[in-house]
């Protein structure tokens, strides 16, 4: 046997292979994921179970028509969101192009918002870069853009400053670069002058020659304090080595990768994380790092990937499962107790609508998410908040109930009156886009109800309600069509993977269709102005089949279901027929129009759902 091992390892150090045990939770691996679950890259959710009551909301909609809808200059690509909470208010910052990555014009936008849900109108934070009379644009570049990846910062005086980087397009990096800019956001929600708080060590770039001032002439001494601040934290300015790669010692750790963010663990230790996997763990405040290494457990690829603490005292570390860089879906969280193991690989984001306008560039699907940096803020509760742009598109933002949890033990019995209107959906995922929203309201008899509306020819609404997994399926639930113009209601239920075996269509020819087998049939009439109780008995077991009441009237008996399954978990309401485009081999660089009816409001389609029980065994 020592002959053998001699051998063995002889054989090893000739083909190059180093045999080194990881350690989780060291500088060899300082993060792992156990949970073995992998997606389903056939289906925009993955196959994965939900994290259960998620918000997904968006603020900002692209509108190349009516830019008075949008952003006020109906430009298309919008990316690389950040987020902050001060002052009782909500800061989301993010940068705009015309319609290309990397093409100028590229501006940076700001929205606010009190509760999370209710978005202002965006406003310019950083033009578009103008150089000096007489500067212009070196050999090999085409313009000026802008690039970061940071966009906050709370300094230790409380002042609020927002930051972002000039560079030249098409590569702002290193010699592209001219330097970050910064302003102060005051409390009554107006703006400071633009200043540069460091330029590019590359170049040669300085307060005369460039089209802002430097900081240090400020006359407003809290505000110099903040931005000394700033320097000074080396965690914070780390996020700049991307752009910057500074040559002139202003970093101590030159081996970051990209888009950092990063978590203090229990102990005390920094552990960062970059794309693609890379990680690394600092004890001494990021002033160093140990050398990064590739979470090999952590499938992904050019998406971001975002780790913090939660409110509980746990972890969670969100990112695109996925090693496919231009289809950056589902959206999902791995949780842990101690910042080191993660576990439960869940659900946060699994639609991706149809990307409207073409850009260069432009991913599909959830893409760069960020939640709060450490010192940026929490918000009131214990949710966990994270901004990511859709298709590079729009603008989106998304409420995390802590503790991160995916299993309903207990039967569901909701009448939404003890759900505030227009505020938090307990238990329920929603995914509400600007056009088609959800929200709790009142009826004509003040009665609340789950209000799922839709004016968007390319999106819909959907509320998904999540049960204790069972073979044996009772569900009832009542559901007026308010307003019916070219939407259906779409009401599935579902199993853990997304596999649709019930389902049932409020169609907007005026019938109500439900599914036998392998297609759906007319059951009978569906009147706008009327509600309707429905009662559903499913059976998983074998084929599967299911029977189906309607005010007490059965109306379907013992149908096969769609597809067979072993249990089931999820009751969905869409406002929109199932999608599953654009797939993995949907062409991401094809030029194409713009699609109908991108820009135009439609008349509106308004659903109410109500008194949603159900059981399972």
Same mark, same amino acid.
């Given at each position: ?30 993060? $792992? ?27 900002? $909609? ?356 003890? &759900? ?142 769609? &597809? ?54």
């Amino acid at each position: 046997m020592g002959k053998l091992n001699t051998y063995l390892a002889a054989g090893l150090f000739l083909f190059g292979i180093q045999a080194v045990t990881a350690q989780t939770g060291s500088p060899n691996e300082p993060v $792992r994921y156990v949970g073995g679950v992998s997606i389903n890259p056939s289906r925009h959710e993955g196959g994965l179970r939900y994290a259960i009551g998620v918000e997904n909301i968006q603020t900002m $909609r692209a509108n190349r028509s009516h830019p008075e809808l949008s952003d006020g200059y109906g430009w298309t690509y919008n990316h690389a969101s950040n987020l902050a909470y001060w002052n009782g208010t909500f800061f989301q910052q993010y940068i705009s192009g015309e319609a290309d990555e990397h093409v100028p014009p590229v501006q940076t936008m700001l929205i606010t918002s009190k509760d999370g849900r209710n978005w202002g109108f965006p406003q310019v934070l950083f033009p578009p870069y103008r150089a000096p009379e007489g500067v212009k644009i070196p050999d090999g570049y085409t313009g000026y853009m802008m690039h970061q990846r940071m966009g906050f910062y709370v300094a230790p005086n409380n002042r609020l400053l927002t930051l972002a980087f000039y560079g030249h397009s098409e590569n702002p990096f290193k010699e592209g670069g001219i330097g970050r800019v910064v302003r102060e956001i005051y409390k009554d929600g107006t703006l400071g002058p633009i200043y540069f708080i460091r330029y590019d060590s590359h170049t040669n770039w300085n307060e005369t020659n460039t089209s802002y001032p430097f900081y240090k002439t400020s006359k407003d001494k809290g505000f110099v304090e903040a931005c000394d601040a700033l320097l000074a934290d080396k965690l914070q300015t780390l996020q700049w080595w991307e752009e910057d790669n500074g040559i002139d010692g202003f970093y101590t750790f030159r081996k970051s990768e990209q888009a950092l963010s990063w978590y203090h663990r229990k102990d005390g230790k920094v552990v960062a994380l970059w794309k693609k996997s890379w990680c690394a763990l600092s004890d001494d405040e990021g002033k160093t790092f140990s050398d990064p290494v590739k979470a090999e457990t952590l499938v992904m690829s050019g998406g971001k990937m975002w780790g913090q603490q939660t409110d509980d005292g746990k972890y969670a570390i969100s990112y695109n499962p996925i090693d496919q860089t231009q289809y950056r879906f589902p959206l999902a969280v791995v949780t842990s107790n101690d910042g080191i193991i993660y576990d439960n690989l869940l659900l946060i984001q699994g639609e991706v609508p149809p990307r409207r306008f073409f850009g260069r560039w432009k991913d599909f699907g959830p893409c760069y998410m960020r939640g709060i940096t450490e010192g940026n803020g929490n918000p009131p509760g214990s949710d966990m908040w994270m901004t990511y742009s859709m298709n590079k598109e729009d603008i989106w933002i998304c409420r995390i109930p802590v503790p991160i949890k995916y299993r309903v033990e207990e039967e569901v019995n909701d009448n939404f009156e003890n &759900m505030e209107v227009n505020g938090p959906i307990t238990d329920w995922n929603i995914y509400s886009p600007k056009w088609a929203k959800v929200s709790v309201v009142q009826d004509e008899k003040n009665n609340k109800c789950l209000q799922l509306t839709d004016q968007d020819a390319c999106d819909y609404a959907r509320a998904i309600r999540v049960f204790k997994e069972g073979t044996k399926l009772k569900a009832s639930f009542r559901v007026k069509v308010v307003k019916r113009d070219t939407t259906c209601l779409d009401v599935d239920v579902t199993d853990q993977f997304g596999n649709r075996p019930v389902q049932i269509r409020f169609d907007n020819d005026g019938t109500l269709k439900v599914s036998n087998g392998s297609g759906l049939q007319t059951a009978m009439p569906a009147e706008t102005g009327r509600w309707y109780a429905f009662r559903i008995e499913m059976e998983a077991t074998g084929t599967g089949s299911y029977s189906l009441f309607v005010n007490d009237k059965m109306i379907v008996e013992n149908y096969p279901t769609a &597809m067979a399954v072993k249990s089931v978990e999820r009751l969905s309401f869409r406002t929109g027929p199932y999608r599953n485009l654009p797939n993995r081999h949907t062409p991401n660089e094809e030029k194409y129009p713009p699609l109908a009816g991108a820009d135009e409001l439609q008349k509106p389609s308004i659903y109410w759902i109500d008194d949603v029980a159900v059981s399972t065994n």
